[in-house]
T-cell receptor, first 115, second 116 residues
Framework: AQTVTQSQPEMSVQEAETVTLSCTYDTSESDYYLFWYKQPPSRQMILVIRQEAYKQQNATENRFSVNFQKAAKSFSLKISDSQLGDAAMYFCAYRSSFGNEKLTFGTGTRLTIIP | EPEVTQTPSHQVTQMGQEVILRCVPISNHLYFYWYRQILGQKVEFLVSFYNNEISEKSEIFDDQFSVERPDGSNFTLKIRSTKLEDSAMYFC??????????????FGSGTQLSVL
């Protein structure tokens, strides 16, 4: 079974600075997908970014980018120019390329933005 | 963008009571899911549903739980006899189920269940 580990329960960053959230995972599969979800206080799950394991290029979405290290099974999220609206829980998630779109989530990192 | 709709947003029930959580997935989606999140913990997969039957379920999804697609639009999660530990946010999600590499999972905004 796949597991996802987020070793940072809490992180904080000054507004406009850059922060990196860590995620590692364990799988025996060679093809899969990785995601970062944002959960603000409203508790809605919002997709931030996704990475396909067969693509070597790191995904980017505006201020959000990932550092995907397949051999190390590492998938970190970098948030540049942090904004107050970025404050939320961030969950890393894994999805197999087989079967349905079931996600396995990590335990989350609470990100605080310091004005 | 199309949305997954969940009702109610909050539900309070007494221990031992039956509760039904309702979801309207996106209309052309074929795969449906329920996840739950106990306060302060990670989001956990409960069950997936495809072609009018359960395709996968977790060990959390025991005999107290059931899912149903009673008509062409709704997808429900029933908890037969609620326990205190069932208190959680329950998320419904859906996907097209095409198997394409760009497949995406859409989450609803959740139903907060409180068991007293």
């Amino acid at each position: 079974a796949q597991t996802v580990t987020q070793s940072q329960p809490e992180m904080s960053v000054q507004e406009a600075e850059t922060v990196t959230l860590s995620c590692t995972y364990d799988t025996s599969e060679s093809d899969y997908y990785l995601f970062w979800y944002k959960q603000p206080p409203s508790r809605q799950m919002i997709l931030v970014i996704r990475q396909e394991a067969y693509k070597q290029q790191n995904a980017t979405e505006n201020r959000f980018s990932v550092n995907f290290q397949k051999a190390a099974k590492s998938f970190s999220l970098k948030i540049s120019d942090s904004q107050l609206g970025d404050a939320a829980m961030y969950f890393c998630a894994y999805r197999s390329s087989f079967g349905n779109e079931k996600l396995t989530f990590g335990t989350g990192t609470r990100l605080t933005i310091i004005p | 963008e199309p949305e997954v709709t969940q009702t109610p947003s909050h539900q309070v029930t007494q221990m031992g009571q039956e509760v039904i959580l309702r979801c309207v997935p996106i209309s052309n989606h074929l795969y449906f899911y329920w996840y739950r999140q106990i306060l302060g913990q990670k989001v956990e997969f409960l069950v997936s549903f495809y072609n009018n039957e359960i395709s996968e379920k977790s060990e959390i999804f025991d005999d107290q739980f059931s899912v149903e697609r009673p008509d062409g639009s709704n997808f429900t999660l029933k908890i037969r006899s609620t326990k205190l530990e069932d208190s959680a946010m329950y998320f419904c999600a859906s996907s097209r189920g095409t198997g394409n590499r760009d497949e995406k999972l859409f989450f609803g905004s959740g139903t907060q269940l409180s068991v007293l």
